[in-house]
């Protein structure tokens, strides 16, 4: 005999129809009940699914260092409003690689790094939004260089 679906008084189950979950919350262990649609419940069970498959990929990701590099900005007086890139060579970077930079301290007031992009093999191109007025100097930092890759 082959069962259909439906609920204990043999009615077939709809999407509007309602069910009792039971929470628990991680950080406290209190668990709570409510009631929520079993259309609800699908959308959740889907989120939950794709959240897992989300934190998989993660897992299957490697983070490759491919070392340490300084960036030097250099003027005597400079009036620079802007973002300036600044090009690298990093040795063993992809074209179009998944790449992140990494400043090893904290840059000095109104200097900020942009989005780094591999525009070449083995080179980097790193966008430092400069402040106004640059006198006496310049800046260097040292950033970490690191790509994200699919575990094989």
Known sequence: MRSRPGN???QRI?????????????MTGRETARDISIGELSD???EIARARAVE???E??????LGDYEVRVE???ALSLGVRNYL??????????DVAVRPHAPLPNGYLIGTPCAVADGKLSIPVVNPA???GGGIRFTVAVTIDAPAG
């Open 75 to 77: 003027a005597l007086v």
């Open 133 to 135: 007025l640059t006198i």
């Open 44 to 46: 959740v069970v889907s």
């Open 8 to 10: 204990r008084d043999g």
């Open 14 to 26: 709809t999407m509007g129809d309602v069910v009792r979950v039971w929470q628990r919350d991680m």
């Open 56 to 58: 998989e990929t993660r």
């Open 60 to 65: 299957r990701i490697i983070r490759t260092h």
């Open 88 to 97: 690298l060579d990093v040795p063993g970077l992809d074209r179009g690689a």
